[in-house]
Nanobody, 116 residues
């Protein structure tokens, strides 16, 4: 069984930065895809960024050039560095781990609010 715990959310002004962390307990194998999704009020959950075990990354167009995903397999941790934040980045951010057979584990979410 895998449990994911996010941290690092909070309130930040437009143009600011935050770094989200997601620590996994249990066994996260290197071939699991790790990623971040977000859900704003009244909207569906959407992909923000993913990182495969081989290092391939994928980003939503809306965050390319501003967000960076990274993973530390030795620490069972995935990070999301968010720079140049915009009010439209406000959402609950969820950590995801996906097995090779497409089973998803989810964290409980962390709130990110971008406001002046």
């Amino acid at each position: 069984q895998v449990q994911l715990v996010e941290s690092g959310g909070g309130l930040v002004q437009p143009g600011g930065s935050l770094r989200l962390s997601c620590k996994a307990s249990g066994t996260i194998f290197g071939n699991y895809a790790l990623g971040w999704y977000r859900q704003a009020p009244g909207k569906q959950r959407e992909l923000v960024a993913t990182a495969t075990g081989t290092g391939t990354t994928n980003y939503a167009d809306s965050v390319k050039g501003r967000f960076t995903i990274s993973r530390d397999n030795a620490k069972n941790t995935v990070y999301l560095q968010m720079d140049s934040l915009k009010p439209e980045d406000t959402a609950v951010y969820y950590c995801n781990a996906q097995t090779p057979w497409r089973f998803d584990y989810w964290g409980q979410g962390t709130q990110v609010t971008v406001s002046s």
